[in-house]
């Protein structure tokens, strides 16, 4: 069984790598290519399957894919933008919450699927966005800045919604007391991450540095990020909301950029980010994907529209050009790996269907495709 396993990770990271290097050739996110790998792998070949082995490595990618997010957020850098940005970014939560709340009743007459389909369309993926606004040299600027202001908020909207989606189906909560509860534990738990966390961890790391082992630095460091990814699941909350908070905690720490930052992205990238990615493809249903064509493209086009038309039309509001516009609405339409955990999250509490699963999953393929493809088509404007 274990070499099993391991045929099975060599497989899909070979794949995963592959077919994300073709695609970026083609200016298309690496995660569709591994995605793809998945898909290939698993439902086309059938020689990789779901298992509980390859899913304690899909649960490491994702938990060092947002940590990560978390430990590129600087709040200084973007505090300037803190109130346009929150704005724009709660404007878009609300509307694609509603949006696929609206669909889930419509296409598939299910409270229950509407509300896990609303939270899969909260949060943007900034990947590409900010990569474009970095090519156009925009990151720095106002758009940019309040573009970035705008995901961070959306990330912090999908933890929030991610843990009261798990504590409402959990039956833990029930009542609005109870979800007030759960929301205010939330936030006292990215308070305390965030002020004494941040200090705790900031005083380890200099004193940890003082040995210069770089091996050791680093396996604290994941020993950290674990234990507040367990503490976070104990406290009732997502066990993805701790190693988020544990990016952001270690986010002003000195030895970021020297070390914490290039070695964990090689091991997250390098290996478990890309299992995550194709793990979620593994559940895949082919044949829904073809006789549900017709959904897919509505529930695109809803998603794609309440992330972009609200933000950018707000954006106008608030004093920027009719191209700022267009480049913020653009930027918000993307979905990624929030969206992606939480589909698997509601497909293992068996709270949508494989066929909800899998459209939900292609839908975020394709706003991941597009939007490369709508800014080359704002840029020649």
Same mark, same amino acid.
């Given at each position: 069984?274990?070499?099993?396993?391991?045929?099975?990770?060599?497989?899909?990271?070979?794949?995963?790598?592959?077919?994300?290097?073709?695609?970026?050739?083609?200016?298309?996110?690496?995660?569709?290519?591994?995605?793809?790998?998945?898909?290939?792998?698993?439902?086309?070949?059938?020689?990789?399957?779901?298992?509980?082995?390859?899913?304690?490595?899909?649960?490491?990618?994702?938990?060092?894919?947002?940590?990560?997010?978390?430990?590129?957020?600087?709040?200084?850098?973007?505090?300037?933008?803190?109130?346009?940005?929150?704005?724009?970014?709660?404007?878009?939560?609300?509307?694609?919450?509603?949006?696929?709340?609206?669909?889930?009743?419509? =296409?598939?007459?299910?409270?229950?699927?509407?509300?896990?389909?609303?939270?899969?369309?909260?949060?943007?993926?900034?990947?590409?966005?900010?990569?474009?606004?970095?090519?156009?040299?925009?990151?720095?600027?106002?758009?940019?800045?309040?573009?970035?202001?705008?995901? =961070?908020?959306?990330?912090?909207?999908?933890?929030?919604?991610?843990?009261?989606?798990?504590?409402?189906?959990?039956?833990?909560?029930?009542?609005?007391?109870?979800?007030?509860?759960?929301?205010?534990?939330?936030?006292?738990?990215?308070?305390?991450?965030?002020?004494?966390?941040?200090?705790?961890?900031?005083?380890?790391?200099?004193?940890?540095?003082?040995?210069?082992?770089?091996?050791?630095?680093?396996?604290?460091?994941?020993?950290?990020?674990?234990?507040?990814?367990?503490?976070?699941?104990?406290?009732?909350?997502?066990?993805?909301?701790?190693?988020?908070?544990?990016?952001?905690?270690?986010?002003?720490?000195?030895?970021?950029?020297?070390?914490?930052?290039?070695?964990?992205?090689?091991?997250?990238?390098?290996?478990?980010?890309?299992?995550?990615?194709?793990?979620?493809?593994?559940?895949?249903?082919?044949?829904?994907?073809?006789?549900?064509?017709?959904?897919?493209?509505?529930?695109?086009?809803?998603?794609?529209?309440?992330?972009?038309?609200?933000?950018?039309?707000?954006?106008?509001?608030?004093?920027?050009?009719?191209?700022?516009?267009?480049?913020?609405?653009?930027?918000?339409?993307?979905?990624?790996?929030?969206?992606?955990?939480?589909?698997?999250?509601?497909?293992?509490?068996?709270?949508?269907?494989?066929?909800?699963?899998?459209?939900?999953?292609?839908?975020?393929?394709?706003?991941?495709?597009?939007?490369?493809? =709508?800014?080359?088509?704002?840029?020649?404007?």
């Amino acid at each position: 069984m274990p070499f099993v396993l391991l045929l099975q990770l060599g497989i899909i990271l070979f794949l995963a790598k592959f077919l994300g290097r073709i695609v970026n050739k083609m200016g298309v996110s690496p995660v569709v290519g591994e995605i793809l790998a998945g898909v290939v792998a698993g439902p086309v070949l059938k020689i990789v399957e779901p298992s509980v082995s390859l899913e304690i490595f899909s649960t490491i990618g994702v938990m060092l894919l947002v940590f990560l997010i978390g430990l590129e957020t600087n709040f200084k850098e973007v505090k300037s933008a803190v109130y346009t940005g929150s704005a724009i970014s709660i404007t878009g939560c609300i509307l694609a919450f509603l949006g696929g709340f609206g669909l889930g009743l419509m =296409l598939f007459n299910s409270t229950s699927i509407g509300i896990v389909m609303g939270v899969i369309m909260i949060s943007t993926s900034t990947v590409i966005p900010i990569r474009i606004f970095m090519e156009r040299n925009e990151y720095k600027t106002k758009v940019g800045q309040t573009f970035a202001v705008s995901s =961070l908020a959306d990330d912090v909207t999908a933890i929030l919604a991610l843990s009261l989606l798990i504590g409402y189906f959990s039956n833990t909560i029930g009542g609005i007391t109870q979800i007030a509860l759960l929301f205010f534990t939330v936030l006292g738990f990215i308070y305390l991450l965030t002020t004494f966390g941040n200090k705790i961890l900031s005083s380890m790391i200099r004193k940890l540095h003082l040995a210069k082992d770089d091996q050791t630095f680093l396996a604290i460091t994941l020993a950290a990020i674990m234990i507040v990814t367990f503490l976070s699941d104990r406290a009732g909350i997502a066990g993805i909301t701790g190693a988020f908070l544990a990016g952001i905690a270690m986010s002003n720490t000195t030895m970021k950029n020297e070390i914490i930052m290039p070695k964990i992205r090689t091991l997250g990238y390098g290996f478990v980010v890309p299992i995550f990615f194709a793990y979620s493809a593994l559940f895949l249903d082919l044949p829904v994907l073809w006789t549900s064509a017709g959904v897919i493209l509505i529930v695109l086009l809803v998603g794609a529209a309440t992330k972009a038309i609200g933000p950018g039309i707000l954006a106008g509001f608030m004093g920027f050009t009719r191209k700022n516009q267009r480049m913020i609405a653009i930027g918000m339409i993307p979905r990624g790996e929030y969206g992606i955990f939480i589909a698997q999250i509601a497909l293992g509490m068996t709270i949508i269907t494989q066929q909800v699963y899998t459209i939900m999953i292609a839908f975020i393929i394709l706003t991941i495709v597009i939007t490369p493809l =709508l800014f080359a088509l704002d840029k020649k404007i």
